[in-house]
């Protein structure tokens, strides 16, 4: 099979092998003025700090229970079945504008999230008293929230470890948004509502699953 060439490197075949000389020059030629570089290498730079510091950072922060981060807010234990219905109002604490400073929503206004967004998974509120039995019957796609246990518990990201599942502690922002005052309780969205089921652990039903 033949190559078709254009007719003018058919005509002019010594500019042809000399402009693609130039543009293979052209493609590994410096042109400008140049400098040196004055920033240190990153990450050189990363590995000098790093070997600069401690070989166990964990003296310097003291023990995982003592970290404020890691404390979880706390509920009552529940006493009774019962199933209630909270909608998580929201009031801005501060006034929404556009970057053209038009007011977009005042300070104070109230809305409920749930107008506008979904929760598509289920929360599982429990101590660290009663996970076994949160884990034995939550799905996958539930999400475990662990709420302050005795001293003597371990800590969430050890609970996680232990049982290789995702588990998060309950913020009390999160409690006071949701509405939580016992464990274990099943929070599900239904509607544009939260509907909170408080769920009596009893040891005499070992098999009885989550709602």
């Not at 964990?58 to 019962?82: I, K, N, Q």
């Not at 999160?174 to 509607?191: D, F, M, Y």
Request: with cysteine; hydrophobic share 45%; glycine share 6%.
């Amino acid at each position: 099979m033949g190559v078709r060439l254009h007719p003018l490197i058919l005509a002019c075949p010594t500019l042809s092998w000399s402009l693609m000389a130039t543009l293979a020059h052209a493609g590994t030629a410096t042109i400008g003025r140049v400098w040196p570089i004055a920033e240190p290498d990153a990450l050189t730079e990363i590995e000098g700090r790093t070997a600069r510091q401690p070989a166990d950072l964990s003296a310097a922060f003291g023990p995982r229970s003592s970290w404020s981060a890691m404390r979880a807010a706390s509920l009552g234990v529940t006493r009774e079945d019962r199933t209630r219905s909270v909608v998580p109002f929201y009031t801005l604490p501060e006034e929404v504008r556009l970057p053209d400073g038009k007011l977009l929503y005042p300070k104070g206004f109230t809305f409920n999230p749930l107008s506008y967004v979904s929760l598509p998974q289920r929360l599982v509120v429990v101590t660290p008293r009663d996970l076994d039995w949160a884990l034995a019957r939550a799905s996958d796609t539930d999400f475990i929230l662990i709420a302050a246990g005795s001293s003597k518990d371990a800590d969430v990201l050890t609970l996680s470890d232990r049982h290789s599942r995702a588990l998060f502690i309950l913020e009390e922002r999160v409690k006071e948004r949701l509405g939580l005052t016992v464990a274990p309780v099943i929070v599900r969205q239904l509607g544009q509502k939260l509907e909170l089921t408080e769920i009596v652990v009893d040891p005499k039903r070992p098999g009885r699953p989550l709602p």
